[in-house]
């Protein structure tokens, strides 16, 4: 990465380069037919963004002596794939094991600004599930996530909720009178509570769910499409990084055409 600032003529050389380089080693062992066991052990690297190095020029500033991101990782998981009659899905479970160096946290001053700073360790230890099933016309997409963090000393990261997930259940199916094929679904997701700061010593933040849905019908040969979704549903909204409010109840309506039929 190599990233300018636009201080033109500024005294002090504000450009920053950088060089990183990652591995990854992986491994897979099929116990069943259908059931796998994986495990990977691997490197990250990332480079502090534009927005990071040099601010926004208001609430976040800049900081050029930022370090680069490194990481070590360590997962163990097992993924079903199942196939039986008019049942099919595929299930996955996975524990990891994350030490980061120098990563980029936001901490906020008396003046309401973010400054960026580099965090000399920190480590994620974590379990993810996930799942896709379906059933004749009737399918479920599932994911969960469970944390457990740790920054300065018995102190947990901001903005890493221990628990998140989302389930959205939906139907689909083809041939309904005159629409050749029809699909609806809802989802929720929940956040859990978490830190705004690395001391931890503002209030958490709440934890939030949220409700989506939406339809699609395809008509003439699947042709045109008319899709609406609904996002957030109860308007619950939130806010950013900076406390800005963010964007609550949103309906989106498109219709597409495909020249040739599907």
Same mark, same amino acid.
């Given at each position: 990465a190599?990233?300018?600032?636009?201080r +033109?003529?500024?005294?002090? @050389?504000?450009?920053?380069?950088? %060089?990183?380089?990652?591995?990854? #080693?992986g491994?897979?062992? =099929?116990?069943?037919?259908?059931? %796998?066991?994986?495990?990977?052990?691997?490197?990250?690297?990332?480079?502090? /963004?534009?927005? =990071?190095?040099?601010g926004?020029? &208001?609430?976040?500033? *800049?900081?050029?002596?930022?370090r680069?991101e490194?990481?070590? /990782?360590?997962?163990?998981?097992?993924?079903?794939?199942?196939?039986?009659?008019?049942?099919?899905? /595929? +299930?996955?479970?996975?524990?990891?094991?994350? !030490?980061? =160096?120098?990563q980029?946290?936001?901490v906020?001053?008396?003046?309401? @600004?973010? #400054?960026?700073?580099n965090?000399?360790?920190?480590?994620?230890?974590?379990?993810? &599930?996930?799942?896709? &099933?379906?059933l004749?016309?009737?399918?479920?997409?599932? &994911?969960?996530?469970?944390?457990? %963090?740790?920054g300065?000393? *018995?102190?947990?990261?901001?903005?890493?909720?221990?628990?998140?997930?989302?389930?959205?259940?939906?139907?689909?199916?083809?041939?309904?009178?005159?629409?050749?094929?029809?699909?609806? +679904?809802? =989802?929720? /997701?929940?956040? !859990?509570?978490?830190?705004?700061d690395p001391?931890?010593?503002?209030?958490?933040?709440?934890? !939030?769910?949220?409700l989506?849905?939406? !339809?699609?019908?395809?008509?003439?040969?699947?042709?045109?499409?008319l899709?609406?979704?609904?996002?957030?549903?109860?308007?619950?909204?939130?806010?950013?990084?900076?406390? +800005?409010?963010l $964007?609550?109840? %949103?309906?989106?309506?498109?219709?597409?055409?495909?020249?040739? $039929?599907?």
């Amino acid at each position: 990465a190599n990233l300018h600032s636009e201080r +033109f003529g500024a005294v002090v @050389q504000t450009d920053n380069q950088s %060089t990183l380089a990652t591995y990854r #080693l992986g491994a897979a062992l =099929e116990l069943l037919p259908d059931l %796998t066991l994986s495990a990977s052990a691997s490197s990250g690297a990332r480079t502090p /963004s534009m927005l =990071e190095l040099f601010g926004d020029g &208001a609430l976040l500033r *800049g900081n050029t002596a930022l370090r680069p991101e490194h990481s070590r /990782s360590f997962d163990l998981g097992l993924s079903d794939v199942s196939c039986v009659g008019d049942f099919s899905g /595929s +299930f996955e479970l996975r524990v990891f094991d994350l !030490a980061i =160096e120098d990563q980029v946290l936001f901490v906020r001053n008396s003046f309401s @600004q973010l #400054l960026p700073l580099n965090l000399a360790s920190s480590h994620v230890r974590g379990l993810e &599930a996930g799942a896709r &099933a379906q059933l004749g016309a009737w399918f479920l997409n599932a &994911a969960a996530t469970l944390l457990d %963090t740790e920054g300065k000393p *018995g102190k947990r990261l901001p903005n890493r909720p221990r628990a998140t997930f989302f389930v959205q259940p939906g139907f689909e199916a083809k041939q309904l009178g005159p629409l050749e094929r029809l699909r609806v +679904f809802a =989802e929720v /997701s929940y956040i !859990a509570s978490s830190f705004d700061d690395p001391d931890n010593q503002t209030a958490p933040k709440p934890p !939030a769910l949220f409700l989506d849905a939406g !339809a699609a019908i395809w008509v003439w040969r699947e042709r045109f499409a008319l899709r609406l979704t609904v996002t957030d549903v109860f308007d619950h909204g939130g806010r950013d990084l900076r406390h +800005f409010p963010l $964007p609550g109840r %949103t309906a989106m309506v498109s219709l597409t055409y495909h020249e040739e $039929p599907r």
